[in-house]
């Protein structure tokens, strides 16, 4: 067993580390303010590799591993936990293309994604169909020269008011899963029309709803086989969850460093603060946990990297890792005091942010399912 990144991960990490305090941290409560998506987050993130990550280098990316995705998204989350949803998305995205598209589909879209230049988003969730994903209604229609037409409504869609292009599942077939094919849409055809969601949290990457109202697919933007989109985009959200977790860890850990500063620097009954056990005692448990649910996290992707079977570990990263983040940050918040409450400090801003991942690429309920089910076996799970 080694615990220990190898040099060029170290590297790697104190790099992002620079870059992501020097370029991202000034923007992280201001984007907030503003509530809408800066482009220039895109190029600055692509400008380091960060929007590339699993693109081949013959396509402009990195063709990094899936730990290196990892370490990236701790390190950004750590600066600006809004700038992840770009590593997130665009890693997500790009793996499902690598995978299912061909080479000239490759060769046209994922230089775009790679600089920045096509900020991407999924459209997954429907109205009316969040967790019953399989149920969705949007549908293609066969349209012309071998095309097709999308009708119907995307909703919660990350970085939705912004994205040049869209995944989008859309039902070609009969009911259920094998009736569902993925598209590489243009989203900037008139047909489509976007509408934004006023969030507690994520203000900077502008959720929305996208409504198709005829949007033309040509015959080459399929991906994949017309009937298998369903089950080539979820097979990449196993090793995004544990990127997720990361990045939610990544938060949590540096609002940890802040409460541990102020508990050496704040004074109360003469004494520095950290010497009450009621103050160090649950940072202790803090740093303990997230210790903890790293481990998980960094196991998945490792699993990943190695070609073993991981949905298991991702999932125990995606219930674990936001929801642990969330409970971190309100304690280092309440230690923080009243400054800490105040809209100058970042911590409740990250707290905010950090619990739309509690839900956004499936909440801990449907990670919990995919645990029982290795646990019990199938026939004994819910
Ligand atoms: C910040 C954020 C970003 C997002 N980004 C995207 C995106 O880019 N693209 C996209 O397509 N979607 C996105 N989503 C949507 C997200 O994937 C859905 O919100 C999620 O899948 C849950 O769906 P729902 O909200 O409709 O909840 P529902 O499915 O309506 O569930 C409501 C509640 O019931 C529980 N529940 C449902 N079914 C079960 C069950 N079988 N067993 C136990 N409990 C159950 C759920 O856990 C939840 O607590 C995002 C959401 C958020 C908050």
Redesign the pocket.
């Known amino acids: 067993m080694d615990y220990s990144f190898d040099e060029d991960q170290e590297a790697y990490r104190t790099e992002v580390a620079r870059f992501a305090a020097k370029v991202l941290a000034p923007h992280y409560q201001s984007d907030d303010k503003k509530a809408e998506f800066r482009r220039q987050l895109a190029l600055d993130m692509a400008g380091m590799g960060l929007t590339g990550l699993r693109i081949p280098e013959q396509y402009g990316g990195q063709e990094a591993t899936a730990l290196i995705a990892g370490i990236a998204a701790e390190e950004v989350g750590r600066h600006d936990f809004n700038a992840t949803?770009l590593i997130i998305?665009t890693a997500l995205i790009s793996d499902v293309i690598v995978r299912n598209a061909t080479d000239e589909q490759q060769a046209s879209w994922l230089p775009g994604i790679a600089s920045g230049e096509t900020v991407p988003?999924?459209?997954?969730?429907?109205p009316g169909?969040?967790?019953?994903?399989a149920a969705m209604e949007v549908k293609a229609v066969p349209g012309e020269d071998g095309g097709w037409m999308l009708h119907g409504e995307?909703?919660?869609?990350?970085?939705?008011m912004t994205a040049d292009r869209a995944v989008v599942?859309a039902r070609t077939g009969g009911p259920g899963a094998r009736g569902i094919s993925a598209f590489w849409v243009d989203l900037s055809h008139e047909s489509v029309t976007r509408s934004a969601f006023d969030?507690l949290?994520?203000r900077s990457?502008g959720?929305a709803s996208l409504h198709f109202d005829g949007t033309p697919i040509a015959a080459d933007e399929l991906i994949g086989e017309e009937g298998g989109g369903f089950v080539s985009v979820m097979q990449g959200f196993d090793y995004s969850r544990a990127i997720i977790g990361l990045a939610c860890i990544g938060a949590a850990s540096e609002s940890l460093d802040e409460a541990v500063q102020w508990s050496r620097d704040r004074e109360a009954f003469g004494q520095p603060i950290g010497r009450f056990q009621g103050v160090s005692f649950p940072l202790a448990e803090c740093a303990t946990h997230l210790r903890g649910a790293r481990h998980v996290c960094l196991e998945a992707l490792w699993r990943k990297d190695n070609d073993l079977e991981h949905s298991e570990e991702a999932a125990m990263a995606k219930f674990w890792a936001p929801k642990l983040a969330a409970e971190v940050i309100h304690q280092c918040l309440l230690t923080i005091g009243h400054v800490g409450y105040s809209s100058e400090a970042k911590v409740g801003q990250r707290l905010r942010d950090v619990i739309?991942?509690?839900?956004?690429?499936?909440?801990?309920?449907?990670s919990?399912?995919v645990i029982s089910r290795h646990l019990l076996g199938r026939a004994y799970a819910?």
């Open positions: 949803y998305n988003c999924i459209c997954i969730t429907e169909h969040g967790t019953d994903a995307k909703t919660s869609i990350t970085l939705g599942l969030d949290g994520g990457i959720r739309g991942l509690e839900i956004g690429d499936g909440t801990a309920q449907v919990k399912l819910p």
